[in-house]
């Protein structure tokens, strides 16, 4: 439990000060509310149709895409700090890892879900007869 506790004081620390910056500005904050005021903020622009669009596709593939390469990261910190403990059988595993995501990055290539414009269709090539 020692070593806990220096974290248990840090999180408290961090939640006190965060409470107490809520309280103050309850308190000590103006109280004049208008309905430009209470009116959601969207960018600086009047909102404008509805919120339940339907969103295209490609956003949702980007997204999943970028989560699923942005963990790459998260594995690649560890390993980096445990290089010298994990010597070659460690380099082997994060070489197989990126070998892997390399693998799905041209997957995706070559599906075309990194394209952003729209492709201008090249007109084929004729074999001469």
């Known amino acids: 439990m020692d070593g806990w506790l220096g974290v248990v004081i840090m999180v408290a620390l961090g939640v006190g000060f965060a409470g107490v910056m809520i309280g103050l500005s309850i308190l000590l904050g103006p109280k004049n509310p208008t309905p430009e005021k209470l009116a959601p903020y ?60 390399l693998v799905g990055f041209v997957y995706v290539w070559r599906k075309g879900v990194l394209d952003w414009g729209s492709r201008r269709l090249r007109p084929a090539s004729r074999k001469a007869a």
Do not use: H, N
């Not at 669009?53 to 690649?76: C, H, P, T």
């Not at 290089?83 to 197989?96: A, C, H, K, M």
């Open 42 to 101: 969207e960018c600086g622009m009047p909102a404008v149709g509805d919120a339940r669009e339907r969103q295209s596709v490609k956003f949702y593939l980007v997204a999943m895409i970028f989560l699923l390469f942005d963990i790459e990261v998260a594995f690649l910190y560890p390993w980096a700090v445990a290089l010298r403990d994990l010597g070659w059988p460690g380099f082997v595993q994060i070489v197989t890892f990126f070998l892997i995501l």
